[in-house]
């Protein structure tokens, strides 16, 4: 499995493009191969869940973490497009407190992989998008922190035409200055 892997301005926070083989039929690419990952990425990691969601147009997701048992994750879309986004929370980080985002696409298909440490969310911009993602630790509700999507102090640039489409627990995100933060 060929991969090209391009760091972000967050260098840990990394943009993998598969190798995709197409022809009049389709096309095929490996979306995942751990010892490819771990070559091409320079460390190794288990992936142990795997999650898929549909989301309408607007509709933002996250910033989410987990302060305990802290998920890396490597998210692609399959079917529409995101803007996604990570947030460097990591306070020992030369990058704390910066973010990142890429656009993921069904077309363009790219994954970005979002290690520990990070918040995580994405905004919907086409009609309705697919998101797939690997974690390398299971979901603990209890963990489960969210920093508000529209954080002054973190600044990100969201592509927004409009208010977002947000969950109860998103519009209730905690601000940067209050959230709890890993070493």
């Given at each position: 499995?060929n991969?090209?892997?391009?760091?972000?301005a967050?260098?840990?926070?990394?943009?993998?493009?598969?190798?995709?083989?197409?022809?009049d039929?389709?096309?095929?690419?490996?979306?995942?191969?751990?010892?490819?990952?771990?070559?091409?990425m320079?460390?190794?990691?288990?992936?142990?869940?795997?999650?898929h969601?549909?989301?309408?147009?607007?509709?933002?997701?996250?910033?989410?973490?987990?302060?305990?048992h802290?998920?890396?994750?490597?998210?692609?879309?399959?079917?529409?497009?995101?803007?996604?986004?990570?947030?460097?929370?990591?306070?020992?980080?030369?990058?704390?407190?910066?973010?990142v985002?890429?656009?993921?696409?069904?077309?363009?298909?790219?994954?970005?992989?979002?290690?520990?440490?990070?918040?995580?969310?994405?905004l919907?911009?086409?009609?309705?998008?697919?998101?797939?993602?690997?974690?390398?630790?299971?979901?603990?509700?209890?963990?489960?922190?969210?920093?508000?999507?529209?954080?002054?102090?973190?600044?990100?640039?969201?592509?927004?035409?409009g208010?977002?489409?947000?969950?109860?627990?998103?519009?209730a995100?905690?601000?940067?200055?209050?959230?709890?933060?890993?070493?």
């Amino acid at each position: 499995m060929n991969l090209t892997v391009t760091p972000t301005a967050i260098p840990e926070v990394k943009i993998i493009e598969p190798k995709v083989f197409g022809d009049d039929r389709g096309f095929f690419l490996e979306s995942f191969n751990a010892r490819a990952f771990e070559q091409a990425m320079g460390l190794k990691r288990d992936f142990v869940q795997d999650n898929h969601s549909r989301s309408a147009c607007g509709v933002l997701r996250g910033l989410h973490y987990q302060i305990q048992h802290p998920q890396g994750k490597l998210v692609r879309v399959v079917a529409g497009e995101v803007f996604d986004v990570a947030v460097d929370l990591r306070k020992s980080s030369p990058t704390f407190g910066k973010w990142v985002g890429v656009t993921l696409s069904v077309d363009n298909k790219r994954q970005l992989w979002v290690p520990e440490g990070f918040a995580h969310g994405f905004l919907v911009m086409s009609s309705s998008a697919e998101f797939l993602y690997k974690t390398t630790d299971y979901w603990y509700p209890e963990y489960e922190r969210s920093l508000l999507w529209n954080d002054p102090t973190v600044g990100i640039e969201w592509p927004l035409t409009g208010d977002p489409i947000l969950a109860a627990k998103d519009e209730a995100g905690k601000l940067f200055k209050d959230v709890e933060v890993f070493a």
